[in-house]
């Protein structure tokens, strides 16, 4: 895992890749470097994974053609066979970094169908002067760019071009109206106007002219097979882990307790001779208000009867002076304190002088295991009711608070919520599911008119969940997760909060050969017997105990409610006060002053919202003020 940037047409463009080598050094501490000719400079930060050796170095330069490379290529020990067998290639380094360019070298862009692994890399022709720029099929790396008519610009993290002053940072409307929407800005659109994130699965070529051309060389294919894939599955599973801990620096573990992580850190361990493993602890105090699952203690378990070094992370109300450092981190406002406990975790593996984790995520986007899809599902029953009984419910659910004074009343913030997105269509109940406000109270949000830009958001929603898998709602739900959820939120916390700290997270189950196979499955062979997971947890059976594979989904969060509630508070009142709000002159000081109050209150939970807004305004101090 590495950082990497690139500059063409600009007069200082030198000093831009220097600047960017210190910007991004956390993203690669082990060696930082640059390299130009009279077109283009280039700087590279790396974190020694793969061939610790200085000669796998990079910018890397071999034949006629340069490299910057951030990620792993897992299969590239095959991939260094054919070209051997098929090309005679002579190779100086054991790195992939080698085996990137040299497959580039003989296949150009086709040697994009060869890789299996997490990628963003930019290889520049010497001879052409052409700029080639690729990111990996499911969008695990990140890659930002610039162009105009004159300078095009590109790195890893949106802050180097913010700090360097290519940016304008003039604000997209429609990004802003998205991040409030669901707590995270998607992949199709940047914070600023006039940047792009180079979208999963393509790649980009600019001619010296200055031409540039997008291709995309993925797309999920989204034909299904209607039998139990549970031995397929098991392979597919086992070959992902194997390939995911090809390092020559040790790998540990991610340990929530949970279906995902647990079966990730067990069949891992098969492979290692010891696997230090990390689980976040919340206080007794936090927990009481956020009524969150007790994950330390399943953790501590698994660990226990299955040989992890374990350590357990606290976090409590300290974290509120990590917020600026955090925010500065993600590069775009996000509304999502799991970013926090992947820092944290990250932080502590640095301390044991480790750079690798695991981590279970993208099962729940592949194997539907997420509670509001299975909430859609009851949602589209419930719409089929009678009308006179559906106010009655919702009238009796109002009457309700979502806390008293003596912690949260979970049962009827999920009543409260699962109202909110019944009587709609299939695409927006989904939508809803995981929106943090309906079309009117974004409406009402906002000072400026908005409604354009709500259109969009609901128009391009609607298109993502009816692309693929028509009749099949739970893979509709799935694919719609793997576009947007995964990609816009939890990929891009997890890749600046670990890389904040220098930390590579590797994700075994998002990956190109398993989520193919994963995705070829029926939604009714995901979701079996009211059993969400079905499939991955008749897999799991094999390899964990039951007090794992029957336990409740725990979502890896932190326990913002109660921070909000108590911690925070004083922050909140600051930062979102009157003049604070009307100062800024984006958000409309009434509507946020009433879900302030009203969370207070108990009447109504608005703590994501209320922490969102506290995000966008920390943001706004950090990049724009």
Not at 85 to 109: C, N
Not at 219 to 241: P, V
Not at 514 to 534: A, E, R
């Amino acid at each position: 895992m590495c950082g990497i940037a690139g500059f063409i047409g600009f007069e200082n463009r030198n000093e831009f890749a220097n600047k960017a080598n210190e910007i991004q050094k956390h993203r690669g501490p082990d060696h930082q470097s640059m390299w130009e000719d009279d077109y283009i400079s280039l700087s590279h930060q790396r974190l020694s994974i793969i061939d610790l050796d200085a000669r796998a170095n990079q910018p890397f330069e071999k034949h006629h053609l340069v490299l910057v490379f951030n990620g792993e290529i897992y299969n590239y020990i095959e991939i260094k066979k054919k070209l051997i067998i098929d090309y005679g290639v002579q190779f100086k380094t054991t790195s992939d970094t080698e085996v990137l360019l040299e497959a580039f070298y003989h296949l150009k862009e086709k040697c994009l169908d060869l890789f299996i692994g997490m990628f963003s890399f930019c290889i520049y022709n010497k001879q052409t002067k052409e700029t080639f720029l690729a990111r990996d099929h499911f969008g695990i790396k990140p890659l930002f760019y610039f162009h105009n008519d004159k300078n095009f610009a590109f790195s890893s993290e949106l802050k180097t071009l913010a700090v360097l002053g290519i940016t304008s940072k003039r604000i997209n409307k429609e990004a802003l109206v998205a991040a409030l929407n669901y707590l995270w800005v998607p992949n199709d659109v940047c914070i600023f106007e006039d940047v792009v994130k180079l979208h999963p699965g393509s790649y980009i070529v600019l001619s010296e002219t200055g031409e540039l051309n997008t291709y995309c060389y993925y797309n999920l294919n989204d034909s299904t097979q209607n039998i139990d894939l549970i031995i397929e599955l098991d392979k597919a599973l086992h070959e992902t882990i194997s390939r995911h801990l090809i390092a020559d620096v040790p790998v540990s573990s991610f340990l929530s307790g949970g279906l995902d992580s647990s079966l990730i850190s067990v069949l891992s361990k098969k492979h290692l001779e010891k696997l230090n493993t990390y689980t976040i602890v919340i206080s007794e105090k936090d927990k009481k208000v956020e009524k969150m699952p007790n994950d330390q203690k399943f953790a501590k378990r698994l660990a226990n009867d299955f040989g992890f070094n374990h350590e357990e992370i606290i976090v409590d109300s300290s974290i509120i002076e990590l917020l600026p450092n955090m925010v500065y981190a993600l590069d775009e406002p996000i509304g999502d304190p799991a970013a926090i406990n992947t820092f944290l975790i990250s932080k502590s593996a640095v301390k044991k002088g480790e750079k690798v984790l695991l981590s279970g995520m993208g099962a729940d986007e592949i194997f539907f295991g997420y509670r509001r899809q299975t909430a859609t599902l009851i949602a589209l029953k419930y719409n089929k009711i009678p009308d006179f009984i559906k106010k009655t419910i919702q009238k009796a659910v109002a009457l309700f608070p979502v806390k008293n004074e003596k912690g949260g009343l979970k049962l009827v913030r999920w009543a409260k919520r699962f109202l909110s997105f019944t009587d709609l269509e299939e695409h927006e109940t989904y939508m809803r599911s995981y929106s943090y406000y309906s079309k009117e109270e974004l409406s009402q949000l906002f000072i400026s008119d908005c409604s354009e830009q709500i259109g969009i958001l609901y128009t391009k929603h609607k298109a993502i969940f009816n692309a693929k898998y028509e009749g099949d709602i739970i893979n509709k739900m799935c694919n719609t997760d793997i576009q947007m959820f995964m990609l816009g939120l939890n990929l891009t916390y997890t890749d600046r909060a670990s890389m904040a700290a220098s930390v590579e997270i590797r994700v075994p189950f998002i990956d190109r050969e398993f989520i193919n196979m994963g995705m070829k499955i029926t939604g009714k062979s995901k979701f079996k017997k009211n059993v969400p997971k079905y499939l991955l947890k008749k897999v799991a059976e094999n390899y964990l105990p039951k007090y794992v594979t029957e336990r409740k989904k725990a979502s890896f969060g932190a326990p913002i409610r109660s921070w909000i509630s108590n911690d925070l508070r004083g922050m909140v009142d600051n930062y979102l006060s009157e003049e604070q709000i009307k100062s800024r002159g984006i958000f409309n000081y009434v509507f946020v002053k009433n879900m302030i109050d009203k969370d207070r209150e108990g009447s109504a939970d608005y703590a994501y919202q209320i922490y969102m807004l506290l995000t966008i305004e920390i943001w706004f101090r950090t990049f724009i003020d």
